[in-house]
């Protein structure tokens, strides 16, 4: 896979409008905690991480190349549609939706009780897959690619983590705060 940050794979329909929901402070809230904790490393032409969360039938999520370390209101973008066929995305706000938005969408489409997805990097964790009783991707895809959300639905099961291969995990909550202290657990337990 190659780890630098190119922008997105698919076409947005972007609204222009102001996103306002108490989840954008949720968000706001782990995706601080989540670079504190090492999560969203800078990478080349952006940064690691993109979290979002359901908001009926629709999500909000962090903005294309958003640095969670201090994200501002209008890097929040609310999903209305997404089509995995067309590679196409309906979404509202200023900025482009984040690179995986579709392996988002398809997470919430597969698993009706997850209302946050957080995905971040954190190489230790594939270190020491096996001794933290993880899933892995089978193969190393490419950063917002259809490969990689196939490769996703796969082992995703009921899993709250799983990791892709040579890139970073996600972690799936009924709440935010589940979500975000999944991966808080997972960092001491590594
Ligand atoms: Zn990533």
Redesign the pocket.
């Known amino acids: 896979m190659g780890n630098e940050y190119k922008g997105t794979k698919f076409r947005t329909n972007l609204k222009e409008a102001v996103i306002e929901s108490p989840l954008a402070a949720e968000l706001k809230y782990w995706s601080a905690v989540l670079a504190r904790n090492n999560c969203a490393p800078a990478?080349p032409g952006g940064y690691?991480?993109?979290l979002s969360c359901r908001e009926g039938n629709s999500f909000l999520i962090t903005a294309s190349g958003a640095n969670l370390a201090n994200l501002g209101n209008d890097q929040i973008v609310r999903v209305v549609n997404f089509d995995l066929n067309r590679l196409e995305v309906d979404a509202e706000g200023w900025c482009l939706p984040s690179?995986?938005t579709l392996l988002h969408g398809a997470v919430y489409k597969a698993r009706p009780e997850i209302k946050a997805v957080f995905?971040?990097?954190y190489p230790a964790f594939e270190e020491n897959f096996m001794r933290l009783g993880l899933k892995i991707t089978a193969r190393a895809a490419e950063?917002g690619s259809i490969d990689l959300v196939k490769d996703v639905l796969e082992i995703l099961g009921d899993e709250s983590i799983v990791l892709?291969r040579k890139?970073?995990f996600i972690s799936l909550g009924e709440t935010a705060d589940e979500a975000g202290n999944n991966i808080l657990d997972m960092c001491r337990a590594r």
């Open positions: 990478i690691g991480g993109n690179s995986e995905h971040g990097h950063y892709l890139h970073g």
